[in-house]
Each structure stands twice: as C-alpha cells, then as structure tokens.
C-alpha cells in the first residue's frame, strides 16, 4: 500500500477511528476494510447500525482514491453514498471490500460489499468519487 497521506487530523481521532475502522487494503482496483461489532457501532436494537456501515464503504473510497490520484496533484472527496442493507449484523467482525468500477478525470465509482464473518452480503454501496485538484495546485 502506498505511504498514508499527510492527515489534518490524526486518524485515531477521526470517526474512523472512533468506529475501530481498520484499512487492510487500499489500491486503485480494490480496497478492504473490516469493523468489530462492538455496542458503539450498534443501533439500540443491537444491530450494526447502518449508518457505520455506510461510513466504512466512504472511508475504504475515499482513502484509495486519494491515494490513487494525490500523485498528480489531485485529491478525492465523497460525493454520493447510496447503501442498501439486505442483512443485519450483531455479532463478530463486519468486512467491506470495494471494487472501482469506473475511474474518470473527475469521478471515481465504487461498488462496496459489506459481509459478516459467514460471508453473508449485509450491505452493498455505490460511493462515487469527486476527483479536484488539492487545495494549492
């Protein structure tokens, strides 16, 4: 994986890291992502609440698109998160694995799964990518 970009806020102070987001993989064609399903994750029927599950799909996007196409000066914001959840999870580890499917000069779209430890698909996202210059460029 390429080196982290330089954050305005450290990561462990950031909602991913509130949520206990760990990054396992984050290249141009894929990412994958996983959770623990802890309380603070949790709607309060116990469930993951989908909410998490949407943000893990943003954050695995946003962070391998960055990486991506920070080289030529640009930088990647979230720009549309459309999630359907088809299964709750209450227990174990959550596991996201993203798929670019489309990589343009100013969007990236990702399609995103979100399975439990049985591989049962939970959530799917589509996450399209806006692709800007950085501040400065």
């Not at 469930?47 to 943003?58: D, F, S």
Request: glycine share 10%.
């Amino acid at each position: 994986m390429p080196p982290e970009p330089p954050y305005a806020v450290p990561p462990e102070r950031t909602l991913d890291g509130t949520l206990g987001f760990e990054v396992l993989e984050a290249g141009s064609e894929l990412a994958r992502g996983r959770f623990p399903v802890e309380d603070r994750v949790k709607q309060p029927f116990g469930l993951v609440h989908g909410g998490v599950m949407a943000a893990i799909a943003e954050s695995l996007c946003s962070l391998a698109t960055f990486q991506a196409v920070a080289g030529d000066g640009m930088s990647a914001q979230g720009l549309s998160n459309h999630t359907s959840f088809v299964r709750p999870i209450v227990r174990g580890t959550a596991h996201a694995e993203a798929r670019c499917r489309h990589r343009g000069r100013t969007t990236w779209v990702w399609e995103v799964d979100v399975t439990d430890d049985e591989g049962r698909l939970c959530a799917m996202s589509r996450v399209t990518m806006a692709v800007r210059p950085q501040s400065g460029s």
